[in-house]
């Protein structure tokens, strides 16, 4: 049984840091693309950052030079490390696996930066 499952989220100042963690068992996690994707009340659900099996990243416009992913394939763990944090970066954060036609999604874990 494929389990995603993301941690690490909570309430932070803006300015501040927080480091996600998304998790994987069931899946051989080093082929797979992980992406991590956010959505807020009224608004689509948007990619944020993504790394591929390679370890190649590409990130939203919206958070290049603040957020920084990596993984640990022998962790089987991808990780968000989130700086310089908005009000605007408020949302809850979902972790997606991703190979070819396969797809797995955690629950995600909320993410709110206010003073």
């Known amino acids: 049984q494929v389990q995603v499952v993301e941690s690490g989220g909570g309430l932070v100042q803006p300015g501040g840091s927080l480091r996600l963690s998304c998790a994987a068992s069931g899946i051989i996690f080093s082929i797979y693309a992980i992406s991590w994707y956010r959505q807020s009340p009224g608004k689509q659900r948007e990619m944020v950052a993504t790394?591929?099996?390679?370890?190649?990243?590409d990130y939203a416009g919206s958070v290049k030079g603040r957020f920084t992913i990596a993984r640990d394939n022998a962790k089987n763990t991808v990780y968000l490390q989130m700086n310089s944090l908005k009000p605007d970066d408020t949302a809850v954060y979902y972790c997606?696996?991703?190979?070819?036609?396969?797809?797995?999604w955690g629950q995600g874990t909320q993410v709110t930066v206010s003073s």
């Open positions: 790394i591929t099996s390679g370890g190649s990243a």
């Open positions: 997606n696996a991703q190979l070819t036609y396969l797809d797995y």
